[in-house]
């Protein structure tokens, strides 16, 4: 089969390289022309592990090109895959959709045959049928079928979620003739997963859109709900990590997401119990989400317990101090940085006074362009060099590895706060260190 996707980021970039991977025919398609070039030439243009790999398979065996050309995606399939951004609106809760109204105002014009557009972004419910109208209105003549196929990949794991997902789940719009041709298409396309059994959902528009928001509002809310368990052990001495692995037996509850610490962050999560609170509002359903805002605030406040953390260990302030940061990506495995707890964290930290000093093995460009003020360092060791405290706060395997002695010669105070609560606090404390976690007793 022929498909097309617009937009080369994480999803667009690892759903491209997939399709082809499952055999079809497939068409990138992006209005940035350096990351057309760098995906053409077989560069992934941000850290995402196996993607490489299929990238250039892919295109070596010419499945898979990418382009810049909008009149080339429209004549090269009849299947069109929408993977572009849904950001924050600046200022305001609500997701910006510009990026997703200019992909079908571009293309549905040059549709000259019966299509499919299918959505893949996290979007506010309702947006399918609305660009279903729109699309009628641009192309009256031609007969073009909106779609929703919404994609639940995790960053660090998206090539294996792509191809082995834990279900597929496809909106159609059921009073459209043309909704039986678009789930024939789609079928086709997913064949191989379907027949490895993987569930095949279809429903309508507006619950397509809404299951993507409720998987990741209800997966916010697990790591708030331990995360102001954690509150209440940091009140009462009790230890959060012996809880959530108690807790995690439950076979209802279950032990994944469980893991209290310095909380969620990413270009997901936050921004999308944000946009699902405000779609609510606008749907006169706001009192259905209130406890999304509670979401929310116990999650900012893991971040401002850290800084009170780290002044408590810095002797009550944290003025003049030398603080070093382990960690800015959003969580390992990933160069994201976008709504990252740690560099939030190293941020609000400078501002107090301290000299900060950042180390991630992926993110540290990234970082840069977003926090140019902090300091920099390319190793752990020049990071932690006469720090006053360590910050653990993203568990790339790098630092959960690390022992006291690696740290001991270079260290001015032997304090570390354990952001994701992933050292083992008995090897740091028999060692001589100060150790702090979140929701642990002695923090
Ligand atoms: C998420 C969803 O998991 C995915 O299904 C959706 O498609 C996109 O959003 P992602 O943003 O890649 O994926 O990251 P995820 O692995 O879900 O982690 C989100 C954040 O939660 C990270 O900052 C992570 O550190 C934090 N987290 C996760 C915790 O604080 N505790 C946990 O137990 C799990």
């Not at 368990?229 to 001495?237: K, L, N, Y």
């Not at 006169?284 to 209130?290: F, K, N, P, Q, Y």
């Not at 970082?367 to 706060?393: G, I, K």
């Not at 790339?396 to 001991?408: G, I, M, Q």
Request: aromatic share 6%; with cysteine; hydrophobic share 45%.
């Amino acid at each position: 089969m022929r498909c097309t996707v617009f937009g080369t980021g994480y999803l667009g970039a690892t759903h491209a390289a997939c399709m082809a991977e499952l055999g079809h025919d497939v068409l990138g398609v992006d209005i940035d022309p350096g990351k057309v070039a760098k995906l053409s030439s077989g560069e992934v243009p941000f850290y995402e592990p196996g993607l490489a790999d299929v990238l250039r398979r892919n295109l070596d065996a010419g499945r898979l090109q990418f382009t810049t050309s909008y009149d080339d995606a429209a004549a090269f399939a009849d299947l069109h895959f929408l993977g572009v951004g849904t950001p924050q609106k600046k200022g305001e809760y609500g997701a910006d959709l510009r990026h997703v109204h200019s992909v079908v105002d571009s293309l549905a014009p040059r549709l000259d045959r019966p299509s499919v557009i299918v959505g893949k972004s996290t979007v506010p419910v309702g947006t399918a049928a609305e660009l279903g109208a729109r699309v009628r209105d641009l192309a009256p003549d031609t007969d073009i079928e909106v779609a929703w196929n919404p994609e639940f990949l995790r960053e660090g794991f998206a090539v294996a979620d792509t191809l082995r997902p834990d279900r597929l789940v496809l909106g159609l719009d059921r009073t459209s003739s043309g909704h039986e041709r678009a789930e024939a298409l789609i079928r086709e396309l997913y064949a191989d997963l379907i027949a490895a059994e993987i569930p095949f959902l279809t429903t309508d528009l507006a619950t397509a859109e809404l299951v993507k928001v409720s998987a990741n509002a209800f997966l916010a809310t697990k790591i708030s709900f331990i995360n102001a368990v954690s509150e209440v052990c940091e009140a009462t001495g009790a230890d959060v990590t012996q809880l959530a692995d108690a807790l995690g037996y439950d076979a209802r509850i279950g032990r994944r997401f469980l893991n209290a610490g310095l909380g969620f962050g990413g270009g997901c999560l936050p921004k999308d119990i944000r946009a699902f609170m405000a779609r609510a509002g606008e749907l006169g359903a706001d009192h259905a989400l209130t406890f999304l805002r509670e979401v929310d605030n116990i999650n900012m406040r893991r971040r401002t317990k850290v800084v009170e953390m780290a002044a408590v260990a810095c002797g009550g302030s944290l003025l003049g101090a030398n603080v070093a940061v382990l960690g800015a990506a959003f969580k390992p495995e990933s160069d994201d940085v976008r709504d990252s707890p740690a560099l939030n964290v190293a941020g609000m930290i400078q501002l107090h006074g301290a000299a900060v000093t950042v180390y991630d093995p992926k993110a540290l460009e990234n970082s840069q362009r977003l926090f140019p003020t902090l300091n920099y360092a390319t190793s752990v060791t020049e990071a932690c060099d006469r720090a006053d405290v360590v910050l653990l706060l993203t568990e790339w395997a790098e630092f959960v590895a690390l022992r006291p002695d690696d740290l001991d010669p270079v260290v001015r105070q032997r304090s570390i706060i354990d952001g994701r609560n992933c050292l083992d606090r008995d090897v740091w404390t028999a060692a001589g260190w100060t150790y702090r976690g979140l929701g642990r007793p002695g923090n």
